[in-house]
């Protein structure tokens, strides 16, 4: 799967306009029945509202896309709620906006305002991050060599994870997947190639993302 943006965690945010109560609930989901799930559980908490909104965005090409205006004016809510997503192209999140009605209707222009609105406070509220999948990478260098290698490796942005001091001195590193052959090669020229390379699990970081 390529590196993909999503929320930071999991959450709510509500506003308030004309005396309507709009509760965003914000979800990590990788599957659509995580994302089922998820909108069920909030109507079944929620169910006196008047309205529980849903739109989410799964798949490693964004190609589940989904959106309900549960009762609301035909394009009104979910639609809105998903534009929103797309636009701050999100991933693998599921968002679902209750309302409960305060006793003023705002009118088909008013309720998009309002559903796109809501989605886009939570998300600036709970925070975006960027997960992007990294290779692990240690690189075993003598002694000598070592003080000047971890300069190197930390005036750098690759991710220094641990340093082993066993007959040699191990430095294990996270590295971006579409950088490794540009470290490899950086390696090679830090120690003239005396550096030993090993590979190992690849694992996902999360960068906050700031807009």
Same mark, same amino acid.
């Given at each position: 799967m390529q590196n993909f943006r999503t929320i930071k965690e999991n959450g709510s945010h509500e506003i308030q306009i004309k005396k309507s109560r709009f509760i965003c609930h914000l979800k990590? *989901?990788? *599957?659509? #029945? #995580?994302?089922i799930h998820h909108i069920e559980s909030i109507k079944k908490e929620h169910w006196k509202a008047n309205h529980n909104c849903s739109a989410y965005i799964l798949g490693e090409r964004q190609e589940f896309q989904r959106a309900h205006d549960d009762g609301e004016p035909s394009?009104?809510?979910g639609v809105p709620m998903l534009e929103i997503l797309k636009k701050r192209n999100l991933n693998n999140i599921t968002a679902v906006v209750t309302r409960y009605f305060g006793g003023i209707k705002l009118g088909a222009g008013g309720l998009i305002r309002a559903y796109s609105g809501s989605v886009n406070a939570a !998300?600036?509220? $709970?925070?975006i991050v960027e997960r992007q999948l990294h290779q692990f990478i240690t690189v075993?260098?003598?002694?000598?060599?070592?003080?000047?290698f971890e300069n190197q490796l930390r005036q750098s942005e690759y991710i220094l994870q641990e340093i082993h001091y066993t007959e040699s001195v191990s430095f294990e590193c996270l %590295?971006? !997947? #579409?950088? $490794?052959e540009q470290f490899l090669n950086e390696v090679t020229?830090?120690?003239?190639?005396?550096g030993v390379c *090993?590979?190992?699990?690849?694992?996902? %970081?999360?960068?906050e993302v700031s807009e």
């Open positions: 990590r *989901t990788e *599957t659509e #029945e #995580e994302a394009g009104t809510a !998300l600036s509220s $709970i925070g075993s260098v003598s002694y000598p060599m070592s003080g000047k %590295i971006r !997947l #579409e950088n $490794i020229e830090w120690t003239s190639d005396q *090993t590979r190992g699990k690849q694992a996902w %970081i999360e960068l």
